[in-house]
Each structure stands twice: as structure tokens, then as C-alpha cells.
């Protein structure tokens, strides 16, 4: 484990040039189904300056093929901020002036934390398919260690969209004495069944792929035609059927014949954004993240209260109009299940599920409001 | 050509058994999109009797993967009905102790009419691969050759549902003088966006396969991991999320485990109407015919006009709340495009897109009155 001063934001727009670090804690990491990781190394960054009490803390969890890099540039260069760069900075609705922000890549994961990329001290190879089963329990208490390693006791907020929504919820009910605020984006008290299904065929689409090989491929030689379809088939329920009309229509590729297999013009920003995902996303990780987002479930134990305990963080939950994944019944849902500590936004929106990732005036002012 | 007679209801509750027939027209059969076919043949079921003045025909077009068996059983034994079982039949909303209604299986279709598992005349091998590309124009036009020679210069009506309500509506728009009334349930004026999108990653999935060949497969080699997956895309947009809730929620597989590849019982679900779909459907005949639904778009001529023209059929277009795919508005939009010729039905439902396959008691009502 480092401990690099945090990175400092070099200009008023963004948190500017940042790096990531490497933490490590020595095992064994116990994991909730079964057996253990031998070692474990999470990759992260930080946004902001940590206050003397150590109590202005706040972690960004990521969805599904996010990571640790939530804002900023890695280099002067660098064509891409950080993926939630429009909600993360000075002054932005995680306000970096005031936040200490912690972004940190998944367990499981394949962008520097310990996931199927890794090696596995145990054999000195990468644990490719053998890395083992996952829950957002085992992926929160990881983030644990992580914020305990920083010197923070407890954290002013997690603020999650998405998978990573659950994930702040998983901190409520797992870890209610190490945060005070939870913000859950576009997310949900359980996976619901679609979703479930949705990814169920986003694995069919990898394992089909003859490269697949159960995960046990080499570098390079990976399920790339199925990893592709995969994103695909994730992104065509990111967007609403309103935000593909509004950006794609009916309109053609230039110059395509009538069976050409790119026709269309959706179809040619489904394939880019599948081959994007295979190019930084490995297929185990998304496996083994994929079934651990499936299996997260906390209704029954919302309905026995374990969001409204005294004590226990407040609890904000967005919902977002056209969130044909998460709908905002389900950011209702679990506002009442935190009682008193519950709140509830809706937003407008024809953006679909991939709102939470877009700029937006009231979501900055209510989230700010929320966090001060 | 066959003049065989109509098959004959056996009791009151369904058409009973029943028989195809095929019906071949010399070619060339010219094509929309340039190209022609050397000859023609249609496979089709008749259910009840043509009246002495030809009056009472009512063609029902099918979806993307039905056929020409619409009502009816083959054998005494025979497990499954017709697609439409609920809906035609003797009392039924497509009343066979009134009408002569006709299935016909699709032109670039698998089930007997000429699709890529015909044997082109010019080589004396399958289409396969070297199938032309179709327009819903082209089996519009195949269809009208099939009701004219069953002597029949007029149709009482035209009754689809999906892709079928699509050609219902290209009946109203392209053959005006030759029905008088369509039906288009769960359909659109034109593929919209987001099942355009949907519809691409199905055929990613086929072209994906390594087995796929460009659809240069023998029979019996063919792309059937990408074949199921293409279907299992497909029926994941077919039911509501609150229909997958209902019907699957998060029940597991009794003995599966944690990283089994059919772990849910909604990917057990979807797997087996995969594998189901790969036993009766080619895959060249779902990538052609994927291909003429995404350029079937209307919307320019129905704005000009073309169903509320004097004279054109009067039209009646269903909606589903639920449905995803084909939502009520546009059904609206039908309608509307209809004038005072057009009339929208809305049905509350939880079913989502596949619910005009599903008994509805107001459903038959409207339709039936709508027919009569």
C-alpha cells in the first residue's frame, strides 16, 4: 500500500492531472461464498484534500465497466477524463473543494485490482477462470479496507449509479457505523429479473464464443467477438428507445448496401462501443461481475428494516424517468425501505438508464444539498 | 398450385386438424431491391369456408418466427396448436364459423415457402447464402399472388400482430383496392430505432458464429449458438420487466451453483426458447427477413397520407401498455395516420410485446366487432 499525497487539482473546471495507486492488504481476503484470495491489491485515486478530522470522505463505487478513475486526466494528453468527470471537481456536485474523493477499481475487476488479471500467488499464474465467485458484500468490505487504510473511520458519503448504487447500499446495511450518507443513482434494492436477464445473455454471448474456453484463454486470445456482443447487448439497455430515436433514428451508414452487416447507423455505435469494451475489459471479470450483480439481493433484508436502524446512514435514492433497467420505482423503493432517513428524487429525463452519467443541473443541486 | 378444399373444423373449440398446402407461381418473382426470384412457391392453411362470393377472407401475415400453421393441430397427437390458436378458430375474434382465414408462411421464410433452404432452380442447390434481399414489400406482393388464386380479389380483412401488423399496414398502404379492413396489433409505421438496435445485435450474434459462413453452412452445420442467442435477444424484449418479474422473479434452478451457466430460472427460460427456436429456424432466413423489418418504414408515405386516402381500407391499431418494443403510441400514430378511416384500440396489460399472443376478452370483443 502507498501513501502518495492525494493529487490536487490544477485547475477551477476539473481535478486536472491524477494518478492512480496501488494499495495492498496481505491475506487471507475471506470471500462470502466460499474460500478466499490469498492476497489483495486494490488500484484507486483521489480528488480533494482530506480534512484534519478526516471526515469529508467521499467513495465513488463504479458500475459495471467503470473504474478507479472517476475524474481528471492521466496525462496532459490524455483524449478521456475520468468517467463521471461531469459530477466530480471543484465546485461539481462531489464538490472536490470540499470532498475528499476516493475512486476505486472493482475486486474482481480488471483495470489494477485484484481480479482474474492478477496472479495468483498460490501458482504464480494469473488466475484467469479459476478466479472465484463474488458478492457486492465481498466488494464493499474490500473497499473497506481500502478506506481504513486512508485513516478514515467513516466516510461523509457513498455516492454510487448503477451497480454502483447497490453498492452504496451495501454500505448501509453492511457497514451503517462507517458512513453517514448514501446516494444510489439509477439502482435498486435487488437486481430485477430483466436485468438478470439481460446479463444472463451478455454471459451466453461470452460463453459462446468458442475462445471462451471457460476462461482459461491466454492473453490475447480472449472471447473478443463474444465480449463485444456482450457490451452491446448491455448498451442497448443504457439508452432509452426515446435517447436512440433522438440520436441514432433511422438514419444509414454512408455509402452501406442493403445487406451490409453495418447498415445502420445504431448498429455502427453499437459495434464501436463493443469493440471499445473489449479493447479495456477483460471476459472472466465480466463473468464473475456480471453473476455477483445478479446475486446482489438486499429486499428482504430492506424489508426487515436494515436500512431505517437508528443510526444508520440517510439515505438519497435518484430515480430517472426513462430508466428502462432500474425505473424510478425502484429509487422509491428504496427510499421508503429507509424510513425517516429516506429520500426520494426523480428526474425528467429521456436519456434512459445512462442519466446518471449525464450533466444535470438539479441532480448537482440536490446531491450537493445532500452532501453539505 | 393445390386446390385441395379448406380443412374443416372438427369441434367447436378449435379448428381442429388441419393440413398445409403449397402454392407455386412461375417466376420471375421481381424483387423491391433489384434481383428476381426464378420461381415461387407459399406454403398456407385455410380454416373455415369461402362463401359462394368470395367474401370472407381474412389473411393473418405472421411475426418473425411464426408460420403458416395458424389454428388448428396436424395430427391428433400433435402437442402444440397453431401460433394464433387463442385467437382464430370457431367463436374466436377471428371468427372461423364466419371467415376463410388464411396462413401463409413468409416469402425468404423456412417453414415451405421459397427462403433460403429452397433449392434455387438456376443451380440446382439451396439459396443458403446467396438468398436476395426482401422488402416487406416483396411479401406483401407474394401474399396478394397467393389470395388471387384462391380466387379471391378481395380480402375481408388483413389481422397481423408485430411484424405481421407491419404488413397488414403495407396491404391498407400498397394493395388498398384489395381489403377492406386492417388490423395491426403491437406494430408500428416503421421499425423504430431501438428495435432496429435490438434487432442488429441479433444478427451480430449470428454473424458472430464462427459456423455462420456468410450463410454458406450445410444443413445441420449451421451458426446454432449464434441462432439461439439471436432468439433469446429477441425474447428478452418480448415480455415486460413486470412479466419477467411475474414469471420468473429471482427463482434459481433447484442444484445449480453459484457459477453454473444456467443458474436462474429465467436463463433456463431463455435458453430453452433458444434451443427451441434453432430446431424449426434457419438462420439466413432470420437475417434476411431481420433485415426487411428494419427497413420497413412507412411513416413518410402514411405523413403524405397514403392509409386515409378515399376508398382505403378502414384500419384498427392495437396497443399494449407494456410493450417495449411496439409501444402505444404508436399505435396512436396508426390511427392517426389513418384519418378518419383509423381507429387505436389501447389494452392495459402487464404482458409487455408478447401479449397479442394472449387471450384478452376486450381484445376479442373490438376485433371481432371491428370484423363483422
Known amino acids: 500500500m502507498t501513501d502518495d499525497p492525494p493529487s490536487v487539482p490544477t485547475d477551477t473546471a476539473s481535478v486536472g492531472l491524477v494518478s492512480p495507486r496501488d494499495a ?8 462470502e461464498l ?87 500467488p498460490r501458482t504464480g499464474a494469473p488466475y484467469g477462470g479459476t478466479f472465484p465467485e463474488l458478492t ?30 447497490m453498492q452504496s447500499l451495501l454500505w448501509a446495511a453492511d457497514h451503517p457505523e462507517a458512513v453517514d450518507r448514501v446516494v444510489a443513482l439509477a439502482s435498486a434494492l435487488s437486481q ?7 446479463n444472463a445473455l451478455a454471459r451466453f454471448a ?11 484463454y491466454l492473453s490475447g486470445e480472449g472471447p473478443d467477438a463474444g465480449l463485444a456482443l456482450a457490451r452491446m447487448i448491455g448498451h442497448a439497455s443504457y439508452l432509452s428507445p426515446a435517447a436512440f430515436a433522438r440520436k441514432f433514428g433511422r438514419l444509414t451508414v454512408p455509402g452501406a448496401g442493403p445487406a451490409d452487416p453495418v447498415h445502420w447507423q445504431v448498429e455502427s455505435y453499437l459495434r464501436h462501443q463493443g469493440d ?32 431505517a436502524r437508528p443510526g444508520s446512514p440517510a439515505v438519497l435514492a435518484v430515480g430517472f424517468s426513462t430508466d428502462g433497467l ?40 440536490q446531491v450537493r444539498g445532500f452532501l453539505a
Open 24 to 31: 495492498s492488504f496481505p491475506g487471507p481476503f475471506p470471500l
Open 34 to 120: 466460499g474460500g478466499e484470495l490469498p492476497a489483495l491489491t486494490l488500484r484507486y485515486e483521489t480528488y480533494g484534500v482530506l480534512d484534519a478530522e478526516r471526515s469529508n470522505a467521499v467513495l465513488v463505487p463504479h458500475a459495471l465497466s467503470g473504474d478507479h478513475h472517476v475524474a481528471g486526466r492521466h496525462s496532459p494528453s490524455d483524449p478521456k477524463p475520468g468517467w463521471w468527470e461531469a459530477f466530480v471537481g471543484p465546485g461539481k456536485m462531489i464538490d472536490t473543494n470540499r470532498h475528499f474523493v476516493i475512486g476505486v477499481n472493482t475486486l474482481g475487476g480488471c483495470r489494477g485490482s485484484t481480479g482474474p488479471l492478477s496472479v495468483d
Open 136 to 165: 457486492f458484500g465481498d466488494i464493499v468490505r474490500a473497499q473497506r479496507l481500502l478506506v481504513e487504510s486512508l485513516g478514515i473511520r467513516r466516510l461523509r458519503a457513498v455516492v454510487g449509479g448503477s451497480k454502483g448504487g
Open 192 to 198: 430485477p429479473p430483466h436485468a438478470l436477464a439481460l
Open 206 to 216: 461470452v460463453s459462446a464464443d468458442p475462445r471462451w474456453r471457460g476462461g482459461h
Open 276 to 307: 471499445a469494451f473489449v479493447r479495456r475489459f477483460d471476459a472472466v471479470s465480466l463473468m464473475v461481475i456480471s453473476r455477483a450483480v445478479d446475486r446482489f439481493d438486499l429486499s428482504a433484508r430492506a424489508a426487515a428494516g436494515v436500512l
Open 326 to 365: 432500474y425505473p424510478p420505482s425502484e429509487a422509491r423503493a428504496i427510499a421508503a425501505a429507509a424510513g425517516s432517513r429516506g429520500a426520494c428524487l426523480e428526474i425528467e429525463t429521456d436519456a434512459g438508464h445512462d442519466a446518471f452519467l449525464l450533466p444535470n443541473p438539479r441532480l448537482t443541486e
